[in-house]
């Protein structure tokens, strides 16, 4: 069965500092990649997606994601965070097999705190 | 405000309580969903429904028995439900369910069975 690794539970970060979370799934076959943020007491929304083409996809707020298929992994990267940058990402993928972006497989989550 | 609207937003139920949550989405989308996120585990899809028809069923035990009486309008409905039933249950919505549309989601209903 697929499924989404996300190695860090918990990141504690200084404004500024650089951020890379870490993403593998396992599937061999077609993939669809997604990053989502939930802000505390907000509703989860799309940061970024990949489909096909560039491997390395810009999304909202400076983030962005490279996607490398011998390493199945999407990992999730900003130079520098900021404060508002608190919140729960999750990685998900969606192994392109008739399913919708709703057909898709999470990871836990990784939380981020930025102190100010 | 993503245009999908979960009602509650927290639910405390006994386990011999019948109980209904609703999902309304204002988007005019074709597709609807129902996620289950429990404590330090991936969410979970449950059901899937489009144009009205559910198209995805993954094993959800039958205690949990979702409606879509029409494009706008999700309900999960809750009976018997079992402590380890707690957890915050998720609506989505997508335009369909091509893989190159976004699923925007609700902002859920945190479900607490006692």
């Known amino acids: 069965a697929q499924s989404v690794s996300q190695h860090n539970h918990h990141v504690i970060l200084s404004e500024a500092a650089s951020l890379e979370l870490g993403c593998n799934y396992s599937?061999?076959?077609?993939?669809?990649l997604f990053w989502y943020v939930q802000y505390p007491g907000q509703h989860l929304q799309l940061l970024l997606k990949?489909?096909?083409?560039?491997?390395l996809v810009k999304g909202i707020k400076g983030f962005e994601a490279e996607f490398i298929k011998s390493k199945f992994s999407f990992n999730l990267r900003k130079p520098s965070v900021q404060w508002s940058d608190t919140a729960e990402y999750f990685c998900?993928?969606?192994?392109?097999?008739?399913?919708?972006?709703?057909?898709?497989?999470f990871g836990k989550g990784t939380k981020l705190s930025v102190k100010p | 405000e993503t245009g999908v609207t979960q009602t509650p937003r927290h639910l405390v139920m006994g386990m011999t309580n019948k109980k209904s949550l609703k999902c309304e989405q204002h988007l005019g989308h074709n597709a609807m969903y129902w996620y289950k996120q429990s404590a330090k585990k991936p969410l979970e899809l449950m059901f899937v429904?489009?144009?009205?028809?559910?198209?995805e069923n993954n094993s959800v035990p039958s205690r949990f028995s979702p409606e879509c009486p029409n494009s706008s309008h999700l309900f999960l409905h809750l009976h018997t439900l079992q402590p380890e039933d707690s957890a915050l249950y998720l609506c989505?919505?997508?335009?369909?369910?091509?893989?190159?549309?976004?699923?925007?989601f609700g902002q859920g209903t945190r479900l607490t069975v006692v």
């Open positions: 998900a993928v969606n192994a392109g097999y008739g399913g919708s972006q709703g057909n898709l497989i």
């Open positions: 989505a919505s997508s335009q369909d369910l091509g893989l190159g549309t976004e699923a925007f």
């Open positions: 429904y489009s144009l009205e028809e559910r198209v």
């Open positions: 599937y061999g076959g077609t993939v669809n």
């Open positions: 990949y489909f096909s083409g560039d491997p």
